[in-house]
């Protein structure tokens, strides 16, 4: 991509906005990395008690997909631009700069949030991969939702609520790995291409 089709794909995604957001995220989970979230069982168990640093990054991936939303699908399409590459490549940057700040944070904690941070933009492509760009955040909001209130946090049990399991859970850290790489590819794949029209 050239210098200013770079320069106005970052104006139409409104990338300075999620760049701001994410740092507010990345600050906020420094500054409250004691915090705990408490949240009762909605049916039935014990309820869960997680790190702040889990549910911050729901925040970003909510940011990516606002800014997923803004993309002009039919304009992007006839110029042929790469522009969806950038979007998964922006999507993984953002989600790793939780590890830049892993000398601020328990090991626990930052590897937590990238987990998060990774599974929930995932969900964000996904979404917005099979039509629902105007919906993606609700995907992420709605999955986390589901797991703060019906998932469990042991090893081995209810293994779809990754985004509440702790650190150390290779499960939970391989589906939301999974979850972003299905995302990312679908999102690319599902991409709408110019059709060829017969010459009159």
């Known amino acids: 991509m050239r210098r200013q089709g770079l320069i106005l794909w970052c104006r139409q995604r409104g990338l300075a906005r999620v760049a701001a957001v994410q740092l507010a995220c990345l600050a906020w989970v420094i500054i409250g990395s004691g915090i705990l979230v408490q949240v009762p069982p909605l049916l ?7 790190a702040n640093a889990a549910v911050v990054p729901l925040v970003g991936a909510v940011a990516i997909a606002w800014a997923l939303a803004r993309r002009d699908v039919a304009l992007e399409a006839a110029r ?16 790793a700069s939780y590890l830049a700040v892993t000398a601020l ?3 626990s904690m930052a590897v937590v949030s990238f987990r998060n941070a990774l599974g929930l933009t995932g969900l964000s492509l996904i979404a917005a991969a ?7 955040s609700t995907v992420p909001i709605a999955y986390t939702a589901a797991s703060l209130f019906a998932g469990r946090m042991e090893m081995g049990r209810a293994l779809w609520s990754w985004p509440v399991k702790y650190a150390r859970d290779p499960i939970a850290a391989s589906l939301a790995g999974l979850t972003f790489l299905l ?16 010459d009159d």
């Open 44 to 50: 039935s168990g014990t309820g869960v008690e997680v």
């Open 80 to 95: 042929r631009r790469p522009v969806w590459w950038w979007d998964a490549t922006t999507a993984l940057a953002l989600s």
């Open 105 to 107: 944070l328990p090991a």
């Open 130 to 136: 099979i039509g629902l760009t105007q919906l993606a």
């Open 183 to 198: 995302g990312a590819a679908l999102y690319i794949y599902r991409v709408p291409t110019v059709q060829k029209q017969d």
